[in-house]
């Protein structure tokens, strides 16, 4: 990829070929929602590859699989060179939650604490999930008490959460943070996230 097309946009991020915005028009044609009726609703993957034989603990979406040009652009976005298309990312986002129709009480994301954020700024699921938020009109809370025990370990417990339909909001499968949202006393439990766990074969 040439680093140019990045600053002036005047080539396809994902092609290279010569254009006139972040995209040529058959890279643009590329870019879309994953249907949820092709999708097992627990692990996410296509429906005629799932091997789940029990049901999960709670339901999982996707808006794209990590390949073509939206993987891209996510991989420049995550260098913040291309940030500002975070919002559009996020439009992508609440397309398909909108076609999930899940009913949900509150917004969640993977906490990285306090000093985190001072050292390093929000981070982008963080960042995600509030826009979100914001674009759909569902309060969001960060309901997670991190506690670091090794330097490679820590322990993640929730914040109250009886009676409550929770929805964790992330660019990937924040499996340690589901795994704490299961255990807690919520009435349901749901991942949404901007691109599935692996690539479908």
């Known amino acids: 990829m040439n680093p140019l097309s990045v600053i002036f946009s005047s080539r396809c991020l994902s092609c290279d070929q010569v254009a006139k915005r972040l995209f040529c028009p058959e890279c643009t044609r590329q870019i879309q ?3 949820p ?7 996410f993957i296509p429906a005629d590859k799932c091997c789940c034989k029990k049901r999960a603990a709670y339901l999982k979406a996707a808006a ?3 390949i073509g040009p939206e993987w891209m652009l996510y991989q420049e976005m995550r260098s913040s060179r291309l940030k500002r298309y975070l919002k559009s990312m996020t439009a992508y986002l609440y397309l398909q939650f909108e076609a999930l129709e899940w ?3 509150l917004i969640t994301f993977p906490s990285r604490g306090r000093v985190y954020r001072l050292l390093k ?3 982008f699921s963080e960042e995600l999930a509030r826009k979100f938020s914001h674009l759909s009109g569902i309060p969001i809370e960060d309901v997670f008490e991190v506690e670091k025990q090794k330097a490679y370990e820590k ?3 929730t914040k109250d959460l009886e009676g409550k339909s929770v929805l964790m909001v992330a660019d990937l499968c924040p499996k340690p943070y ?3 949202l299961i255990k807690s006393n919520a009435e349901a439990v749901y991942c949404l996230t901007l691109f599935t766990d692996q690539v479908p074969e």
Request: aromatic share 8%; charged share 35%.
């Open 103 to 105: 009913k949900v009480d």
């Open 64 to 66: 794209f699989d990590p």
């Open 33 to 35: 929602l994953i249907d």
């Open 121 to 123: 700024g929000m981070p």
């Open 178 to 180: 589901m795994d704490a």
């Open 155 to 157: 322990k993640i417990e």
């Open 37 to 43: 009726a092709t999708r097992c609703e627990y692990c």
